[in-house]
């Protein structure tokens, strides 16, 4: 994606299943288009309770989420629901309807959303239920590596050294998370790299081309 289309971009909906879905699938670009004017909406569909490890408070990810989004300068445009983590499935018409009504309320003109090849089952249902609310909008569907046995990468979004910079500062605000491997700053960079490579550029992420409109 070239700095020029960017600018055709107003309003960016970012769609995470969990707190930090967003930020580590897609951290760089968020900070590129915010970096570009982009009116960025962040909307999380779990704050994840029953996976906060041992020693930290209940709602210690959600606290997270909120610092987080405040350090990107998005806490007003974060939107966040209660649904039960990993089980997404069992509520898929609620969590249909509630993005219909963002649908109707954002009319965002790109969202980013988990692939069509993520195994994790809240990432498939925002997924299936994201791709027919959105379905007369510019969908790309994120990069997890540790969620995808495969990965259809036929979209990319060059970075600069700075935005895969705020993505690390922006992933290091998650400290329940810290002993994922993924959250390394060694990870996050290698594979921006790598994505990079892959277009002869210095800094990539990767996405899957769900739907575009021309």
Known sequence: MSD??????????????????????????????????????????????????????????????IAAAKFMGIEHNLIMYNYEVRCFPEHRQSILEDLTAL??????????????????????????????????????GYEMPWNNFTFHSNMYVALEERHVQKKIEWIDKYETQKFRYYSSDEFVNSLSKLRGIQIRKPYAEAFEMIRWIM
Do not use: W
């Not at 897609?26 to 041992?54: D, R």
């Not at 980013?112 to 790309?140: M, W, Y």
């Open 103 to 140: 649908e109707r309320r954002l009319k965002p003109d790109l969202v980013l959303l988990p692939s069509s090849a993520d195994v994790h089952q809240d990432h498939k249902t925002i997924h299936e239920e994201g791709v027919r609310a959105f379905k007369n909008t510019c969908i790309l």
């Open 4 to 65: 020029g289309f960017i600018q055709n971009i107003k309003k960016l909906l970012v769609l995470g299943p969990h707190p930090d879905d967003g930020e580590f699938s897609s951290g760089g670009t968020i900070a590129k288009m915010l970096e570009s004017g982009v009116e960025v909406h962040y909307a999380v569909f779990s704050m994840c309770e029953k996976s906060v490890p041992a020693g930290y408070e209940p709602d210690a990810i959600k606290k997270e989420l």
